[in-house]
Structures are given as structure tokens and as C-alpha cells.
């Protein structure tokens, strides 16, 4: 069976959450289409990730070193190699300050561990992802413009990961005193291809 990661990073929970809203539209629609692929999910706003400081920087780096040795299967890289062995993983992130929430930065540091996600090879960095495709999905109260930057920040991760495809979904403007924000996410919703 195939594995689609759904990393929830929906701060506001998921009965206030517009961007969980698109987001399970997304994953309804997936699982219609595609019954073969059983969902995964890290819940940011229950769990949260490590915060790589100094001192666990180097903690991280031992252990990888341990684990390369032979020495030690670390679950301090539980959500590394389930990023890594997942066949497509769907984000889901409201836009705030210009990117998205912090929890979501903190778990890519964690599943940014060399050897498993990535490794460094004469020619530059190798990404050792399996997912075929990372789908990026974002709500915004206003309007987003050209300063999108956590899309362009998971379309980067991306090419980091050897991951090849990308696609962004996002709802914007429905804090905008005149615009109606249910339609504009049924319209949204409505939009994804799958």
C-alpha cells in the first residue's frame, strides 16, 4: 500500500482551520480517486518538533553517526525516515508572515537529517525522498501577491529532497471585508485536480 504524509500544520485546529478545511477537501478527493494510498499524518498542533538549537544540532549529528555505525536505531528520527519513505506528502499551512506558522520550519529541520532525507555527494546535495510529489496548500485573509514565500520555500524543499513534482493549492482574500470567504473556499475546493 502507498503512503500519502499529511503533515497538519492548521494552528487554529481543525474545527477554525480554513486551511484544514481545503486541505481535507484535498484529502477526500485524493482517497476517492486513489484507494490504494493509506494516509499519514503529523499533527503540528499537538506534537511539536524539536527546536534545532546548538546543543541539539550536535546531539542530531552523534546520532546519526550511531545509526551509520550500526550502533543505535534512534527514534529521534521517527518523522525523518517516514518523510523519506512516504510516496506523496500534502502540507497544509495557513499563510502567515509572509510564509507559515513556526511549527512547520521546526519539522523540517527535523526531517532535514543527512543520510535518510539527503546526503552530500561530490556533486552537491542528493535527495533521498521516495514521494513522487509534494502538494503545498495554503489559506491567506488577504491577498497573497508575489510574496508567497512559503510555497517558494516547499518548492525549494522540494529539489532538496529529489522530490520532482510540485503543486500549490491556495484560497486568499477571505478576510477582505467584501468578499464572501465560504465562497471562497467552495471555489477552491471545487479547483483541485486530482
Avoid at 518538533?49 to 529521534?76: C, T, W
Wanted: proline fraction near 3%.
Amino acid at each position: 500500500m502507498k503512503r500519502l504524509l499529511f503533515v497538519n500544520a492548521c494552528m487554529r485546529g481543525a474545527k477554525v482551520s480554513r486551511t484544514y478545511r481545503l486541505s481535507r477537501s484535498y484529502l477526500i478527493k485524493f482517497a476517492l480517486r486513489h484507494p490504494e494510498y493509506r494516509v499519514e499524518e503529523v499533527d503540528l498542533t499537538k506534537e511539536v518538533p524539536m527546536y534545532m538549537d546548538a546543543d541539539a544540532l550536535k546531539l542530531r549529528d552523534q546520532f546519526i553517526d550511531m545509526v551509520i555505525a550500526g550502533e543505535v536505531n534512534s527514534e529521534m528520527f521517527y518523522h525523518a525516515s517516514q518523510f523519506a519513505q512516504a510516496d506523496l506528502i500534502v502540507i497544509g499551512a495557513p499563510y502567515w508572515d509572509l510564509s507559515f506558522p513556526t511549527a512547520l520550519k521546526s519539522y523540517i529541520e527535523n526531517v532535514a537529517v543527512r543520510t535518510i532525507t539527503f546526503k552530500n555527494t561530490a556533486e552537491g546535495t542528493l535527495g533521498l525522498c521516495r514521494a513522487e510529489k509534494m502538494v503545498y496548500i495554503t489559506t491567506a485573509g488577504g491577498y497573497i501577491e508575489n510574496a508567497d514565500f512559503g510555497t517558494d520555500y516547499c518548492r525549494g524543499l522540494c529539489k532538496f529532497f529529489g522530490i520532482q513534482n510540485f503543486e500549490a493549492i491556495r484560497a486568499e482574500g477571505l478576510d477582505i471585508q467584501t468578499n464572501d470567504p465560504n465562497a471562497i473556499l467552495r471555489e477552491a475546493e471545487a479547483a483541485i485536480q486530482i
